[in-house]
């Protein structure tokens, strides 16, 4: 990569994050709901309330956190990037002497930075808010966890993002952002479903994202089976949106 094309790729990046911070959706369903509901949430639960071994205020603060995570990445994410496709920002690019990958590399950093940026934010609420003390080993390994983890969203983002109709990705990311949300146990835990959803929950990209930092800060040690998933999530995400992306270019 030569300095003119990192240079473009940072200027990319910056606007990226400048247009993210400005927008109302972002900061509505990304940072706004998930404080709001881990206030509401925490706050009408006793104090001595457990989830197996771990306090509600530290559990629910790592399911609000993933909340975030995936709302921005979806909600932000792959709006803008089937906006900017369909308004023909990504065909305009291919004429440039930039690479095409430039782009792509671009939108996944910026989102990277806003994913560590509603991290740190929900943890500092949930430390000196609701006094949530972990030992700093844990502290960081959910923090990288998370933000890690946060990547197979990305990938989603992105297989929505191709589809060139932006009111029918908006339509898309809210019920795949709600439902996966519920039903992967980050609004209230999936031990109060029934038998069958519990066994669907364990397959869903959320479930699995939250159960790595409730692991975490429950003493245990990364699940391996949820490493293995959201792999899985991100490969076959990936493959369909290259996939797409090239069938529309072919035309």
């Known amino acids: 990569m030569n300095a003119t094309i990192l240079k473009a790729t940072m200027a990319q990046c910056r606007a990226e994050l400048l247009r993210t911070f400005r927008n109302k959706r972002f900061i509505f369903f990304s940072i706004v709901m998930p404080v709001a509901f881990y206030f509401l949430f925490t706050s009408t639960m006793g104090s001595d309330t457990k989830i197996g071994s771990v306090d509600w205020t530290s559990y629910y603060l790592m399911s609000m956190t993933v909340y975030g995570v995936i709302g921005a990445s979806l909600t932000s994410f792959a709006q803008r990037i089937s906006r900017e496709r369909t308004q023909g920002w990504v065909r305009l690019l291919s004429i440039t002497p930039l690479p095409s990958w430039s782009y792509m590399v671009s939108k996944v950093a910026a989102q990277g930075v806003i994913n ?58 809210m019920i795949l952002y ?6 992967g146990g980050l609004w209230f835990p999936t031990a109060s479903m029934s038998g069958t959803l519990q066994t669907i929950a364990k397959f869903t990209p959320t479930y699995r994202l939250g159960q790595g930092a409730w692991n975490l800060i429950g003493g245990g040690s990364i699940d391996w089976t949820g490493v293995l998933i959201l792999a899985v999530y991100v490969v076959v995400f990936v493959i369909l949106s290259s996939y797409i992306i090239k069938r529309q270019e072919a035309v």
């Open 116 to 173: 560590l940026f509603i991290i740190l934010m929900m943890f500092i609420i949930g430390g000196l808010g609701k006094q949530v003390d972990l030992p700093v080993s844990v502290w960081i390994e959910s923090f990288l966890w998370i933000w890690i983890g946060g990547f197979s969203f990305m990938a989603l983002g992105t297989l929505l993002g191709s589809m060139r109709n932006p009111d029918v990705v908006q339509v898309l990311t």
């Open 178 to 183: 709600m439902g996966l949300s519920i039903l």
